[in-house]
């Protein structure tokens, strides 16, 4: 069994920085890629960056040098840095764990989601 929890979000001003956290825990050998996905009231959810275990990084256009994806696979935990954060930031946030590998085979999984919310 793998539970995966979020956190981080929060109230930031206008080209404040927060950090996104999520922490899978259970039997786990291994985690293919990490993503992070933003949801606004209207549409859909969007990837906003992803890294594979190897190290390959995506990030959207929107967000490129602001945000920082990275993982600790000693504690199978995503990061997201986010820095001057812009009011289009604003969202609800979803890691996204791709292929998790346990002793009992691969599934991915979502994250709760945390609210990011940035004020001018």
């Known amino acids: 069994q793998v539970q995966v929890v979020e956190s981080g979000g929060g109230l930031v001003q206008a080209g404040g920085s927060l950090r996104l956290s999520c922490a899978a825990s259970g039997n786990i050998f291994s985690i293919a890629r990490t993503e992070w996905h933003r949801q606004v009231p209207g549409k859909e959810r969007e990837l906003v960056a992803s890294q594979t275990k190897r190290g390959v990084l995506f990030y959207a256009t929107s967000v490129r040098g602001r945000f920082t994806i990275s993982r600790d696979d000693s504690r199978n935990t995503a990061f997201l840095d986010m820095s001057n954060l812009k009011i289009e930031d604003a969202g609800v946030y979803y890691c996204?764990?791709?292929?998790?590998?346990?002793?009992?085979?691969?599934?991915?999984?979502w994250g709760q989601g945390t609210q990011v919310t940035v004020s001018s």
């Open positions: 996204y764990l791709v292929r998790v590998t346990t002793d009992v085979g691969w599934k991915d999984y």
